[in-house]
């Protein structure tokens, strides 16, 4: 770590009563990344974009973030950034228009400035001939794009998003993020939490957060290659047999199951394919389908967080 950081976390712990949300995270992020912090509900997301927001205080260890130390002076960060909170909130009776409006004055964003601004930002957001639409009719994604525009409003150089996708369809997903991508390289600093790991990919670097663990952090190709080995996909009459059938098999190093399909992880699919179908027909199971394929962020989250449950 250099005092080039941007953000700056250091042995971050956050108790609710007794229950550690965040447990000795230690973590620092650059000016201008795209930091993806992922993880299933309750890893600590949350606790930790709030601490950042300077919304919550900080149990022990220390955060610093664009030049405040929020033990001291959370208050202080927050002009400079633009938090969208999980369950972010719009005014359903407002025009998009009205909201930005609203927003606007919130935050202070200068009058004179405060049309320009808005027009560019609803234009950005794809927005500008919904501007007269009430929030309420606006679809999810929509109301997604108009949340993130009012927290751009008065230009801040850390934005801090908990989860702005999630229950979006594919679509707006993607739009959303290659909004955030147009704000990436346009120097802003953006810390985004999801709990979809392909959108994990997007990101400059990630962090895997578990049951208040920082798991891992690294770009997202150096996460890939950690999984040795390759994949097999199968998908057959009955997923649970199959499992039972194929767990013991020579060369198996573990078995993910998504849904009917088994992802699973092995020493050589080349010599490994043959042999698993072979064993699963034996045993009277149907095979549906059957490849080699490249392993993705999600098996490579999955079998982190796999090898962390049986060290419990
Ligand atoms: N205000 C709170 N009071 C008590 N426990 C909380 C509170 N906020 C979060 N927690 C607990 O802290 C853990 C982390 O929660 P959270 O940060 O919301 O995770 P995530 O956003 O990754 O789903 C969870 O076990 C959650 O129940
Ligand atoms: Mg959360």
Redesign the pocket.
Known sequence: MTDLDYIKITELTRK??D?T??NQITLSIQEGELFGLV??????????L?ILAGLLHITDGQVVAAGYDLNKEPEEIKPHIGYMA?EFSLYEKLSVMENMMFFADLYDVNVKNQKDRIQRLLSFAGLTEFKNRRAAHLSGGMQKKLALASTLLHDPPLLLL??PTTGVDPISRREFWNILTDLHLNGTTIVV?TPYMDEADRCSRVGL?YQ?ELVICDTPGNIRRLLDGDLIKITTSDWQEAYIVLSPLAGVKEIQTYGEALHILVDSGKKRLPQLTRALKKHNLTVIEARTASPRMEEAFISLINKMESRK
């Open positions: 609710f009563k229950k949300a965040l993880g299933p509900d309750g890893a600590g997301k949350t606790t930790l709030r999980q908990d989860e939490s957060m208040g």
